[in-house]
């Protein structure tokens, strides 16, 4: 346990206070005035420069959609994952959770929903108490709807249901979230670039298992020196700048003299495909024409999937190997003994006392997942590709404020993208548990 | 293990913790010395007093033989200035790639740390006015530097060939800055690859030739198995130059139809409200067919070219995998100097008016009368020298030395009576023909949303009708979009407009009875009086702006359905305020 100083002894500590005091000083400079000047300028219609006009909430309101019905729908939806999270505090207990249920419905609706519709519907149709008809019935609806499912679902909640349910429930809420959002007047672009993280952070979880699987390999190198020059070469592509790999990814998917073309076209792969295709009609491998991995809106997500593959990351491999390198030798003695094989060894031993670092990767991966936007900026442009297809939130943030010139807004989109960080590091941080 | 061992292993590993700690110590020593030699040498004390100037100038120029040649002008300003005045100078380039140049610009004005010179451009206008000096003072005079010629004498901004019209903001009527040259675009192409094939290297004369020879080149290519070879060496940024030049002509009609401004020009609102108003459709015949000349080219280029860089295409280019190329004036250096074939320079081949799909549709060549001067420098508030910086500026385009500028980067001059040498001439622009302006150019929405169509549709994935029924879809919210920014910035320029007018109002009347010399007052004055008739002008021009404001809420008022649905796309009423 930490000591506890009392604030009568801090000034015999003073020295300790004065060595943190330039960390801290830095840390507040570069990392907590941005993000407060960001969160300050969110409420700006704001150019980078000059044009600096209050706006209120207008940026969160174009970004998430004026209709009251996705306003009540993340309100409930952000009461029952804080209730969710965590988890037993009395004051979210009993009557005072329903009370907060319906504080935040309401105060939700009034402030998202009920400005931006009395603005909007007074310049275009007759109203009443400044609300239309209309709206007035679809609040009170949408309302009620939502705390009858609010309610149902609690009593769900309480009854047995287990974490892996419950993560289940609030990705499922946060999708429906999503499709509500896309078929109303919200920022489609910036719930499609949603949809588009969620699917990159799906196929990186999958794309961890193969560093999992050479870090093991690795550490059970009977030769030490082997085990050292593996431990090396893994490091070596660290110094590899960024943009030379990407570079020779890019070569990889080049459609007329790419690797990866060339070896389709040799090995008659491409004929598999093009029947395939013929199949699913899908019109990306046709006769006589080349696959364009990176210029096909149907290609181009696949592609950044397949990118980097074998995926045996060098960050990842050298952290695994750290936690396989603390397994005692005697844990291993003792499950020879107990007549435990090869892959038991994996399951029992191995990935259990590993978790902990698989668990960093995963914050580490969602947070750099989330926030991507540099590559698919180099090898796509600031459009996303064909169609727009991979501009993801992270991009659209990056194209608002240097291309667009709506700083404002992109520092509502970065507060966003803080909130879905916020809560999937949270969601992470309390149900993938390490019990060793 | 022994004590003697133990011993042993940790002197070894002292000696190479030394070792480590010597080598770290030696690299940062270094380090502290290269910086303070760097700074010393570069770092300013003030001019005039013994210290040397740095003026530090930031571009995107990156093209072959630009550097090099502003490099050795510089060296030349340095002497003759260290001449002139006494004060040693020294002129740093930091070119920034141009992909990540409005970015840096933006950062860099912002903070406060922005380099003396910068070229104007890429960034929103509004920087300019707030980070940049205004030049006017310099431009009503001479240029020194064009001392002995017939130039001598004549006002720094007569020099240019536009009057230095492009450097100056048509709202504050100041100027920022000047260019040092001027830009078109042309085709290149392989001049060995045509005699081959053709047995003469005479470039295309018009469209239908033009495709023929692609098809030609195509067959000859597949008989000699040559892989890779394509007609067209293409990128997106290819694709931009093609667009411009088969569109514009052959949406001429339209044009003028949706030009409400009758300014010769579209701008975002312009093509927004004619998209609204039912003025043009993408069911309108000129846009199908301007669309389909484009993809008639467009199939001469690579596979996956829209996913292709501008430098994937002039590799192409220059090893032979293409025997055409579209590019402007910049890339012609690096093209003749990169390729081992003589290089062909030709304009666009349009179709005829006899050609029986386009012909019917073509206004004429586009004009290049309006080009004007580019690759434009600013001198930024943040300079510490700016009138040295400005000297530097007023020296490169003094005739002589933009003569030689352009002569040794293959630039066409900026400045009136300077030579045009060789292959340039080709560059040179034409007058005659018809102006022109693309329908999905300006609002960022819009044209955001044409792009991500269009991509398939160039590449041949998607028919017309597809990239229609897809563009139909989105182009109503872009337009709601691009709409409601274009109203809130009209009622911003307005307010800029207003207190330049009234600014200038003030100094017309009063000048004379301010603390100042009695010329000096009246000069203000008079100057005063004269920019009051420009900002009339430009007042009138946001008018123009007020009366698109007037054109939707008419068509609102007429129950147009394309209008009610646009403005229920939009995120704010534009209208609220006034209501």
Known sequence: MPKVISFKQIRYRWPVYLFILPSLFLICVFSYYPAINAIYHSFYRWNGSAIEDFIGLDNFRDLLGWSPTLWTVLAVWICLMMMALTGKPGWAKGWAKWALCGFVTLVGAIIFGAVGEISLSSATEATILGLSAADAASWITVSMVSVIGAILLNIVWNNGFTNAIKVLGVVFGTLWFFDLSMQNTGDKILWYGFAVIFLLVVANVVKMIPSIIAAVFIHRLKNEKAQYIYRVLFVVPMIIPAMVYLLVWKFFYDPNQGVLNIILYRTGLIDLLIWIDGIFHWGVFVEGRPPSWLGDAKLVLPSLIFWGFPWVGVVGVLLYLAGLSSISEDVYEAADLDGVNWFQKFTKIELPLILTQVRINLIMMVIATLKTYGQILIILGDSGGPKGVALVPGLYMFKNAFVEGYAGKACAIGLVLFVFILILTEVNNRYVRVEK | ?579
């Open chain 2, 1 to 579: 293990m022994a004590d003697d061992e133990i011993k042993e292993e940790n002197e070894g590993s002292k000696w190479s913790n030394y070792l480590a700690i010597a080598f770290l110590l030696t690299a940062y020593i270094t380090a502290v010395v290269n910086v303070i030699i760097v700074k010393k040498n570069e770092v300013v004390s003030e001019a005039g007093k013994g210290g040397r100037v740095v003026i530090r100038m930031t571009h995107w120029q990156l093209e072959a033989g630009v550097r090099q040649v502003i490099d050795e002008k510089a060296r030349e300003f340095e002497k003759v200035y260290k001449e002139q005045t006494g004060v040693e100078v020294k002129v740093v380039q930091n070119p920034i790639n141009e992909k990540a140049y409005r970015q840096y610009v933006q950062t860099q004005c912002i903070g406060g740390t922005a380099p003396d010179l910068i070229q104007i451009g890429m960034y929103d206008k509004d920087y300019t006015r707030r980070f940049f000096r205004a030049t006017n003072e310099y431009v009503t005079r001479p240029n020194p530097y064009n001392k002995g010629t017939d130039l001598e004498g004549v006002a720094w901004a007569d020099t240019f060939y536009d009057g230095l019209n492009g450097a100056l903001d048509a709202e504050t009527l100041e100027y920022y800055g000047a260019g040092l040259s001027m830009v078109t675009v042309r085709l290149f192409y392989n001049k060995e690859i045509l005699r081959e094939v053709f047995g003469t290297d005479a470039p295309p004369k018009d469209f239908r030739q033009f495709l023929k020879m692609c098809e030609d080149l195509r067959a000859w290519a597949k008989k000699n198995d040559m892989t890779g070879f394509v007609p067209i060496a293409g990128s997106k940024y290819q694709l931009n130059f093609f667009e411009k030049r088969y569109t514009s002509p052959l949406t001429f009609d339209l044009m003028f139809k949706a030009d409400l401004s009758y300014s010769g020009a579209l701008d975002k609102m312009e093509t927004a409200l004619a998209y609204i108003d039912g003025i043009y459709s993408l069911d309108s015949n000129q846009i199908e067919v301007s669309h389909k000349a484009v993809r008639e080219i467009t199939k001469q280029f690579p596979v996956g070219f829209m996913a292709m860089q501008r430098m994937d295409a002039g590799f192409a280019f220059t090893r032979r995998k293409s025997a055409f190329i579209a590019s402007g004036v910049w890339d012609a250096n690096g093209y003749i100097q990169n390729a081992d074939f003589p290089v062909g320079v030709c304009d666009f081949p349009l179709p005829t008016k006899e050609d029986k799909e386009f012909g019917r549709f073509l206004a004429g060549p586009l004009s290049e009368a309006s080009v004007g001067i580019s690759m434009q420098f600013g001198v930024t508030k943040f300079s510490q020298h700016p009138d040295i910086a400005m000297h530097f500026l007023m020296y490169l385009t003094s005739r002589k030395v933009n003569e030689e500028l352009n002569r040794d980067f293959k630039w066409l001059p900026a400045i009136k009576g300077a030579k045009v040498y060789g292959v340039m001439t080709n560059f040179k622009p034409t007058s005659d023909g018809f102006w022109g302006s693309d329908f999905f150019t300006g609002g960022s929405y819009s044209q955001a949303a044409y792009e991500q169509s269009l991509w398939e549709y160039v590449e041949h994935k998607t028919t017309y009708d597809q990239y229609k029924e897809e563009l139909s879809k989105n182009l109503p919210k872009a337009y709601a979009l691009d709409l409601q920014r274009a109203f809130q910035t009209t009622l911003e320029r307005r307010l800029v407009l207003d207190a330049t007018f009234s600014f200038n109002l003030g100094v017309a009347r009063y000048a004379t009875e301010w603390d100042l010399p009695a010329a000096e007052g009246v000069k203000l004055s008079e100057t005063a009086k004269l920019r009051q008739r420009y900002l009339w002008e430009s007042r009138i021009s946001n008018l123009v702006e007020v009366y698109y404001q007037e054109y939707f809420k008419n068509l609102l008022e007429k129950g147009n359905k394309m209008a009610q649905k646009v403005l229920s796309l939009m995120t704010q009423n534009p209208f609220a305020e006034e209501e």
